[in-house]
């Protein structure tokens, strides 16, 4: 079984920063990417930010050039530096692996976690 536990979320004004962190549990093999999406009410979940094994990393246009993606395979770590935000950051963050175990490939999600950015 895996599991992915975010933290980091919360309440900052426009043009704060935040850092989101997710770590992965349980009977890993491998971890072959990670990732954020966000969820905003009423629209649907969108990716942000992507990190492969190999380190390549994409990112959504509107978020370029102010979050940072980064993993630290050893610890099955992976963060979202955010800086710069905006109230469109608003939305629930998600946490996404793409994991093998000794049985499957699955893409697992974390519970979520709230960043509301206010004006």
């Known amino acids: 079984q895996v599991q992915l536990v975010e933290s980091g979320g919360g309440l900052v004004q426009t043009g704060g920063s935040l850092r989101l962190s997710c770590a992965a549990s349980?009977?890993?093999?491998?971890?072959?990417?990670m990732g954020w999406y966000r969820q905003a009410p009423g629209k649907q979940r969108e990716l942000v930010a992507m990190?492969?094994?190999?380190?390549?990393?994409n990112y959504r246009d509107s978020v370029k050039g102010r979050f940072t993606i980064s993993r630290d395979s050893a610890k099955r770590t992976v963060s979202l530096q955010m800086n710069s935000l905006k109230p469109e950051d608003t939305a629930v963050y998600y946490c996404?692996?793409?994991?093998?175990?000794?049985?499957?490939?699955?893409?697992?999600w974390g519970q979520g976690t709230q960043v509301t950015v206010s004006s």
């Open positions: 996404n692996a793409g994991i093998s175990t000794m049985s499957s490939l699955y893409d697992y």
């Open positions: 349980g009977s890993i093999v491998s971890i072959h990417f």
């Open positions: 990190i492969r094994s190999d380190g390549n990393t």
